[in-house]
């Protein structure tokens, strides 16, 4: 298995408990955790068994040294993350929902360290020594100029190393306002249309390719919960139309019944067999999970990343219908977890890709 790297933003998460709303929880307690999209994959192969290394940066100050702390403890690489006398931690809130409420999460991550650290500060050499992968997202890029040139030097860095590179374009309508009079999706499409074209395999959602790049997939409709699933694979062949670079492009399929009640499943894009492959299937054909009562789906897309990272690089789910049924599982059981870290092993997962759904106790 070779070395991974991820690089962006982590943050300091709070969450009411439960299912309470930040109005009933404060003052009063909240759930602390640490979470960011790429450290949410480095965490997720760091538990299945991988090498993973994460690259950011992060303020000088005691909550900074217990976000390291907390990535250490799980086995995940931090001799790269850059302590930078700038900026502070980034903090979001999660408000867990529940049947017709939707999940809300508020951002407070404005000045964070990353935002302000200009792309050749970071030792961009040396983090990708004795690496075979890179993986980015669309979120950091979406922070700052500082964090999009960022992103941008990692992958063309990354390429020029020879790793493979990753992408998960994760559009975030909240953020992409660092250019004034620019629209959000405007900037975010510009912009990750540099980073692209040094990218193998992208991950998007239902909604990224339209959101970003202006592909639609067919009647989809995610706001009404209706999924067109049939019109994935066409929506690969225009990205990779447009970036020939790509060797695979991932989609996960999130058919929205309620915040309490989603059915999940995804698609990967073989380019040079020019075919996709669904998962999870029965009898050959696709057949999402159902997740009737969903713990936390925040970080959901990046443990999907994660296992399919881990899979297309092992040996036993290398081959691309094997990847995306074991990443598709993976971000099943992600769902069921609280907290963006998917606390899954190999075997857990391999256990629910086999088709060990019925959640009986382990003895």
Request: overall charge negative; aromatic content about 8%.
């Amino acid at each position: 298995m070779i070395r991974f790297v991820t690089f962006g933003e982590i943050m300091v998460r709070l969450a009411p408990p439960g299912h309470l709303r930040l109005a009933q929880a404060v003052p009063g307690q909240l759930d602390v955790t640490f979470a960011g999209a790429e450290a949410n994959v480095a965490a997720s192969l760091a538990m299945m068994g991988a090498e993973a290394r994460y690259v950011t940066a992060l303020p000088k100050n005691p909550l900074a040294d217990g976000c390291l702390a907390a990535l250490r403890a799980l086995g995940i690489d931090t001799r790269h993350v850059l302590a930078v006398d700038r900026g502070r931690l980034g903090i979001f809130v999660v408000e867990t929902g529940a049947n017709q409420r939707p999940s809300r999460v508020i951002y407070d991550r404005d000045y964070s360290a990353i935002s302000l650290t200009p792309p050749d500060e970071y030792q961009w050499e040396s983090a990708f020594d004795g690496a075979g992968w890179l993986h980015v997202s669309g979120i950091t890029p979406a922070l700052s100029q500082h964090a999009a040139n960022a992103t941008i030097a990692a992958v063309q860095r990354g390429k020029a190393a020879g790793l493979t590179v990753s992408c998960d374009l994760n559009f975030r309508a909240k953020l992409w306002r660092w250019e004034q009079g620019t629209g959000t999706q405007e900037l975010a499409g510009r912009t990750m249309r540099k980073v692209l074209p040094h990218v193998d395999v992208l991950i998007a959602n239902e909604e990224d390719c339209s959101d970003v790049l202006d592909i639609h997939a067919g009647q989809s409709d995610v706001q009404a919960g209706s999924i067109d699933v049939e019109a994935y694979p066409h929506v690969a062949r225009k990205v990779v139309k447009e970036f020939s670079n790509l060797r695979m492009v991932a989609t996960t399929l999130r058919q929205s019944v309620s915040a309490s009640h989603n059915n999940w499943g995804a698609m990967l894009f073989d380019v040079d067999a020019d075919r996709a492959y669904f998962a999870p299937e029965q009898n050959g054909e696709y057949r999402p999970y159902e997740m009737r009562n969903i713990v936390d789906r925040v970080g959901g897309g990046d443990s999907f990343a994660a296992a399919l990272m881990f899979a297309l690089n092992g040996e036993k789910y290398a081959a691309p219908p094997d990847a995306v049924r074991f990443a598709a599982a993976a971000s099943c059981l992600a769902h069921s977890i609280v907290g963006d870290f998917n606390f899954s092993s190999s075997g857990e997962i391999e256990a629910l890709a086999g088709g060990a759904v019925t959640g009986r106790v382990v003895r």
